[in-house]
């Protein structure tokens, strides 16, 4: 398995605190002047890690020309995540589940901010189907600004059958987004465990995955645009179903 590149401040902190068994080399900036490093080189220090002294230009190549914030950590990749260890972990919770469920989100920065957003959520996971999806990147680490590292990202051959999957075995009730339904998402229960399936803007879900839904709920939309970004969509809905379930 190759290993991961994770850039900029936020990501590598997340791994350095949460998981640095996975680190296997920190690079930086020899010329550095950025104080804000400190705390990630003194994580650095205490576990022993392999710190390397590099120029600007190459640091550069090796964050494939990322904004890095003058720090680079290549990493064992995260294992690889799919339909059985969805409903494993799913099982295993002792709480109700929040699942977000990405059907063609092809743009590594809407992916990155929508598993930033569950994690701010309390969210369990996200869900994408392994073709008409954007990959995990280094890129998706970075927007996701170290969520990835609590926040497990599950890739699934057949996304219609993995909703089947959550309903059948999970009890999970599944929602999916639509400017043309008719409720409202201020009227649905999330206290219960539920999966959100959100679609691209325009396109929104494939046919299939829209009639394995238990029930599509409509954003109001008030103003002169019809629809939100996808990442901004999932803010929307996933907050709701926190002040529901704070509340």
Same mark, same amino acid.
């Given at each position: 398995m190759a290993d991961e590149i994770l850039t900029g401040i936020h990501a590598v902190m997340a791994v350095l605190t949460q998981n640095p068994g996975r680190v296997r080399q920190i690079y930086i900036n020899k010329k550095r002047s950025n104080n804000r490093l +400190?705390?990630? @080189? &003194?994580?650095? !220090?205490a576990n022993n890690l392999l710190l390397t002294e590099v120029s600007r230009d190459k640091l550069d190549r090796l964050a494939d020309n990322q904004i890095h914030q003058g720090i680079v950590a290549r990493c064992q990749a995260l294992p690889v995540r799919g339909e059985a260890e969805l409903i494993w972990d799913i099982k295993a919770l002792k709480r109700a589940a929040m699942l977000l469920v990405l059907d063609g989100v092809q743009d590594p920065h809407n992916l990155g901010a929508c598993i930033r957003t569950l994690n701010g959520a309390g969210g +369990?996971?996200?869900?994408?189907? *392994? +073709? *008409? =999806?954007?990959? %995990? !990147? =280094?890129?998706v680490h970075k927007t996701a600004s170290g969520a990835m590292e609590t926040t497990p990202v599950?890739? %699934? !051959?057949?996304? =219609? *059958? !993995?909703? #089947? #999957? @959550?309903? #059948?075995e999970c009890g999970l009730w599944v929602f999916g987004t639509s400017d043309k339904a008719e409720k409202s @998402?201020? &009227? %649905?229960n999330f206290t219960d465990s539920f999966a959100l399936v959100l679609g691209t803007e325009g396109k929104g879900m494939r046919r299939l995955v829209a009639e394995n839904c238990d029930e599509l709920v409509a954003i109001p939309m008030i103003g002169t645009v019809s629809s939100l970004n996808v990442s901004v969509a999932s803010g929307v809905c996933c907050y709701e179903a926190l002040r529901q379930r704070q509340s």
């Open positions: +400190d705390p990630l @080189l &003194e994580k650095v !220090t +369990d996971g996200v869900v994408i189907p *392994r +073709d *008409r =999806s954007a990959p %995990v !990147t =280094s890129v599950y890739t %699934v !051959t057949n996304l =219609s *059958r !993995t909703l #089947q #999957q @959550l309903k #059948q @998402l201020y &009227e %649905v």
